[in-house]
C-alpha cells in the first residue's frame, strides 16, 4: 500500500484544507476568477471589481474561523471602503494566489494589485510598478537559533549556510554580501532554497526545532512576531538590506490606479492614525498568533492525538493530516452534524460509512468516527488517484478534495482543466483553480 504522507508541517497542511473551498476561506472570490485581463481604473470601474492579489502570511493576511484576519486583510478592507465612497457600485475582490505567483499572475491579468509584504527591489521595478512605500525603513536581519553566537560583522557571516524561498527578495541581498566575501578572500555564504509557498513564520519554526541552522525575515515581521524572540537570536547590529521599502505593485503604465492607491495609502500607510490603529491592533497582543497558529494545540488535542496515530498508522496516513482535516470539518466537535447529515469530528456520511469500503458502525462514536474517515480518505487515494502520472503530493491533495467535495466532482474538474489547458494531473494553480467556477 502507498504510505500516504509528506505533508511537511502541520500548518501547510491547514492552509491547503482551507482553501479547498473559496467558501471556507472567508474571501469573496470573482465569479470571473478564471477570466483573465488588463487595464486601468476607468477599465476596473466599468466592470464593477478591482481584484487584489494575496498569499498567506501570518499577522498580515490569514484565516482565523474561517474570516480573513491581518494587517493587510485590514488595509485591503478600508481600501475597498475607501472606493465604495466615491462608487458604491465598485468593490474589491481577494483572490489567493501562491507567493511565487503574484508578479505573473498581476501581469497576466488575473489581478490588478499585489499586496502582500513586497519588497521594492530593483529587479521587481523591471517587472512592475508600486505604490508610495506603506513601510519604509525596514532591514533584512539574520535569524538563528540560540546557540550561535552574536553576528555583529559581515566576516562573521564566511561560510555560512542560510535558508531562504526561492524568489525572495532576500537572495539578491545574500549575493550583495557574497561579493563583499569574495572581494576579501573569504568563503561566500550557501544559499538553501526553499519552496515558495512555506511562510516566514514557518522558517523561524524550523530554527526552533533545529531543522535548519538560518534564515532572513523582514525587521518589521519580527516585531509583530515578538513573542518568538526567546526561541531564536535576532541579530540586530547586521542587515542584509537597510531602509527597505514596502508597497503595493501594479502593472506598469496604470498611472490611475496608482494614483488611487496612493491617495489611500497617504492616509493609511505605517505613521498614520488609520496605519497605526491598524498595527497596534496586532502588536499590542500576542493572542491572535495563538488562536491563529496553534488551533490545535490545547487539551482537546492531546486527547485525541493516539487516535489519530492509531488510525494513521493502521492506514498508512500522515496523522497530522487527519488532525488537520478534522479541525477543518468539525473544529474538533463529535457532536456535530452538518445540515447534509455528515456527522462526527471527521463529518462522515453515515450512508458512505456503512458502504463495502469503510463498513464502520455506530459513526456517532469517537473512535469508530475518525476510524471511518480514516479508512474513506485511504480507500478515495487508492480508488481514485494513485495513478502513476501524479505526483505524491498531487495524490494527497487531490484525495482531500475529494473526501471534502466527493470524488466524482474532482474526477469532473479535473477533465474541464485539461479542456481549458489546465493540467489535470496537478491540484494547485490547475484543477484548484477550476474550483472557483464549479462551485
Given at each position: 500500500?502507498?504510505?500516504?504522507?509528506?505533508?511537511s508541517c502541520?500548518?501547510?497542511t491547514?492552509?491547503?484544507?482551507?482553501?479547498i473551498?473559496?467558501?471556507?476561506?472567508?474571501?469573496?472570490?470573482?465569479?470571473n476568477?478564471?477570466?483573465s485581463?488588463?487595464?486601468d481604473?476607468?477599465?476596473?470601474?466599468?466592470k464593477?471589481?478591482?481584484?487584489?492579489l494575496?498569499?498567506?502570511?501570518?499577522?498580515?493576511?490569514?484565516?482565523?474561523?474561517?474570516?480573513?484576519k491581518?494587517i493587510?486583510a485590514e488595509?485591503?478592507?478600508?481600501?475597498d471602503?475607501?472606493?465604495?465612497?466615491?462608487?458604491p457600485?465598485?468593490?474589491?475582490?481577494?483572490?489567493?494566489v501562491?507567493?511565487s505567483e503574484l508578479?505573473?499572475?498581476?501581469?497576466?491579468?488575473?489581478?490588478?494589485i499585489?499586496?502582500?509584504?513586497?519588497t521594492?527591489?530593483?529587479?521587481r521595478?523591471q517587472?512592475?510598478d508600486?505604490?508610495?512605500?506603506?513601510?519604509?525603513?525596514i532591514?533584512?536581519?539574520?535569524?538563528t537559533?540560540?546557540?550561535?553566537?552574536?553576528?555583529?560583522?559581515?566576516?562573521?557571516?564566511?561560510?555560512k549556510?542560510?535558508w531562504?524561498?526561492?524568489?525572495?527578495?532576500y537572495i539578491?541581498?545574500v549575493?550583495?554580501v557574497?561579493?563583499?566575501?569574495?572581494?576579501?578572500?573569504?568563503?561566500p555564504?550557501y544559499?538553501?532554497?526553499?519552496?515558495?509557498?512555506?511562510q516566514?513564520l514557518?522558517?523561524?519554526?524550523?530554527?526552533?526545532?533545529?531543522?535548519?541552522?538560518?534564515?532572513?525575515?523582514?525587521?518589521h515581521?519580527?516585531?509583530?512576531?515578538?513573542?518568538?524572540?526567546?526561541d531564536?537570536?535576532?541579530?540586530?547590529d547586521?542587515?542584509?538590506?537597510?531602509?527597505?521599502?514596502?508597497?503595493?505593485?501594479?502593472?506598469?503604465?496604470?498611472?490611475q490606479?496608482?494614483?488611487?492607491?496612493d491617495?489611500?495609502?497617504?492616509d493609511?500607510?505605517?505613521?498614520?492614525?488609520?496605519g497605526n490603529?491598524i498595527d497596534?491592533?496586532?502588536?499590542?497582543s500576542?493572542?491572535?498568533?495563538?488562536?491563529?497558529?496553534?488551533?490545535m494545540?490545547?487539551?482537546?488535542r492531546?486527547?485525541l492525538?493516539?487516535?489519530?496515530m492509531?488510525?494513521?498508522e493502521?492506514f498508512?496516513i500522515?496523522?497530522?493530516?487527519?488532525?488537520?482535516?478534522?479541525?477543518q470539518?468539525s473544529?474538533l466537535?463529535?457532536s456535530?452534524?452538518?445540515?447534509?447529515g455528515?456527522?462526527?469530528?471527521?463529518?462522515?456520511?453515515p450512508?458512505?460509512?456503512k458502504?463495502?469500503?469503510?463498513?464502520?458502525?455506530?459513526?456517532?462514536?469517537?473512535e469508530?468516527?475518525?476510524?471511518?474517515?480514516?479508512?474513506?480518505?485511504?480507500?478515495?487515494y487508492d480508488?481514485?488517484?494513485?495513478?502513476?502520472?501524479?505526483?505524491?503530493?498531487?495524490?494527497?491533495?487531490?484525495?482531500?478534495?475529494?473526501?471534502?467535495?466527493?470524488p466524482a466532482?474532482?474526477r469532473?474538474?479535473r477533465?474541464?482543466?485539461?479542456?481549458?489547458?489546465?493540467?489535470?494531473?496537478?491540484?494547485?494553480?490547475?484543477?484548484?483553480?477550476?474550483?472557483?467556477k464549479?462551485?
Amino acid at each position: 500500500m502507498t504510505n500516504f504522507n509528506g505533508a511537511s508541517c502541520l500548518s501547510k497542511t491547514l492552509i491547503f484544507l482551507s482553501i479547498i473551498s473559496k467558501s471556507a476561506f472567508g474571501l469573496e472570490v470573482p465569479d470571473n476568477a478564471l477570466e483573465s485581463y488588463v487595464g486601468d481604473f476607468s477599465a476596473l470601474r466599468e466592470k464593477g471589481v478591482v481584484r487584489v492579489l494575496v498569499s498567506g502570511d501570518m499577522g498580515f493576511y490569514h484565516i482565523e474561523n474561517g474570516k480573513p484576519k491581518g494587517i493587510l486583510a485590514e488595509q485591503i478592507y478600508y481600501f475597498d471602503q475607501e472606493l465604495k465612497l466615491r462608487d458604491p457600485l465598485l468593490r474589491v475582490k481577494v483572490i489567493p494566489v501562491e507567493r511565487s505567483e503574484l508578479l505573473s499572475a498581476l501581469n497576466q491579468g488575473r489581478g490588478d494589485i499585489a499586496v502582500a509584504n513586497l519588497t521594492v527591489t530593483k529587479e521587481r521595478e523591471q517587472l512592475v510598478d508600486f505604490s508610495i512605500p506603506i513601510r519604509s525603513d525596514i532591514d533584512e536581519l539574520l535569524v538563528t537559533n540560540h546557540s550561535t553566537p552574536l553576528i555583529t560583522d559581515i566576516t562573521q557571516l564566511q561560510g555560512k549556510e542560510v535558508w531562504l524561498k526561492q524568489n525572495s527578495s532576500y537572495i539578491s541581498s545574500v549575493h550583495t554580501v557574497n561579493k563583499q566575501l569574495e572581494q576579501n578572500g573569504m568563503v561566500p555564504i550557501y544559499i538553501h532554497l526553499l519552496n515558495n509557498n512555506i511562510q516566514d513564520l514557518e522558517l523561524l519554526d524550523l530554527i526552533k526545532r533545529g531543522k535548519i541552522t538560518a534564515t532572513i525575515v523582514d525587521s518589521h515581521k519580527l516585531e509583530l512576531w515578538g513573542n518568538l524572540e526567546q526561541d531564536i537570536r535576532i541579530h540586530k547590529d547586521l542587515a542584509f538590506r537597510h531602509n527597505a521599502d514596502i508597497a503595493w505593485a501594479i502593472r506598469k503604465n496604470n498611472p490611475q490606479l496608482k494614483a488611487k492607491i496612493d491617495q489611500y495609502l497617504q492616509d493609511s500607510k505605517q505613521g498614520t492614525l488609520l496605519g497605526n490603529v491598524i498595527d497596534n491592533r496586532y502588536l499590542e497582543s500576542t493572542s491572535w498568533m495563538n488562536r491563529a497558529s496553534n488551533p490545535m494545540q490545547n487539551e482537546k488535542r492531546d486527547k485525541l492525538e493516539k487516535l489519530f496515530m492509531v488510525y494513521g498508522e493502521k492506514f498508512e496516513i500522515d496523522w497530522f493530516i487527519l488532525l488537520a482535516m478534522a479541525f477543518q470539518e468539525s473544529g474538533l466537535d463529535n457532536s456535530k452534524i452538518s445540515h447534509r447529515g455528515a456527522v462526527g469530528i471527521m463529518q462522515v456520511m453515515p450512508k458512505t460509512a456503512k458502504d463495502w469500503y469503510v463498513d464502520i458502525d455506530n459513526v456517532y462514536d469517537l473512535e469508530n468516527n475518525i476510524h471511518a474517515g480514516s479508512k474513506y480518505l485511504r480507500f478515495i487515494y487508492d480508488r481514485y488517484f494513485d495513478l502513476p502520472e501524479i505526483l505524491d503530493i498531487d495524490k494527497i491533495h487531490f484525495s482531500l478534495a475529494a473526501y471534502n467535495a466527493g470524488p466524482a466532482k474532482i474526477r469532473r474538474m479535473r477533465v474541464l482543466a485539461a479542456k481549458q489547458g489546465f493540467d489535470p494531473n496537478k491540484w494547485f494553480n490547475h484543477v484548484e483553480v477550476l474550483g472557483f467556477k464549479y462551485e
